[in-house]
Each structure stands twice: as structure tokens, then as C-alpha cells.
């Protein structure tokens, strides 16, 4: 069972930056896509950003051009940088192995001023 551990999250104001980090277990991380999820409270989990093997990178249109994800193989470690926040960012931010199944614990996100 792949092991995910998210830090990062934080309270900034509008308009601020973030960077989450998820790290991750096991031999195969270098060959496999990464995504990371949100969940705002009373709504469901919603896809943010996947990133596979050869490091090409989709964005949900909520995000795109705000966030960057990315992955460092040598550390096991997968990114998401989220700039120019907005309130409707807040949420808990979940990283996900979609090969294995597996969750992070989350992080909190929250976007206020």
C-alpha cells in the first residue's frame, strides 16, 4: 500500500501564494500519474491537477494558469503551487495515487481576508 503524506497548506490572503507537497512510498513513483483532489466543505471532492510519467500535466479550468503541479522522482515527492488564490481556493487539498488507490490525509487550504 503506497503511503501519502500532504503538507503546505495555511491561511493567505487573496491573491497570495502556496505550495502543497505530497510525499509518496514505494519503488514504482517514477512511473506512474499523481493527481491532486480538493474538497471545499458540504461539496465533493473535485479533481485538481494530474501529472504523469513524462511529467505532462492537466489542469481543471478552475485552476489552470493559477496552479502548477509537478513531481521530483529522486525525493517521491509531487507539487502543487497554487498562485493568485482566490476565495473560492479554500478547501482541502488531497493528493492522489490513482494506481494503488490511495489518499492522502489532506491539507487545509484556507483563502481569506
Known amino acids: 500500500q503506497v503511503q501519502l503524506v500532504e503538507s503546505g497548506g495555511g491561511l493567505v490572503q487573496p491573491g497570495g501564494s502556496l505550495r502543497l507537497s505530497c510525499a509518496a512510498s514505494g519503488s514504482i513513483f517514477r512511473s506512474v500519474s499523481m493527481d491532486w483532489y480538493r474538497q471545499a466543505s458540504g461539496k465533493q471532492r473535485e479533481w485538481v491537477a494530474t501529472i504523469d510519467s513524462s511529467t505532462y500535466t492537466t489542469y481543471a479550468a478552475s485552476v489552470n494558469g493559477r496552479f502548477t503541479i509537478s513531481r521530483d522522482n529522486l525525493q517521491k515527492t509531487v507539487y502543487l503551487q497554487m498562485d493568485s488564490l482566490k476565495l473560492e481556493d479554500t478547501a482541502v487539498y488531497y493528493c492522489?495515487?490513482?494506481?494503488?488507490?490511495?489518499w492522502g490525509q489532506g491539507t487545509q487550504v484556507t483563502v481569506s481576508a
Open positions: 492522489h495515487a490513482p494506481y494503488s488507490g490511495s
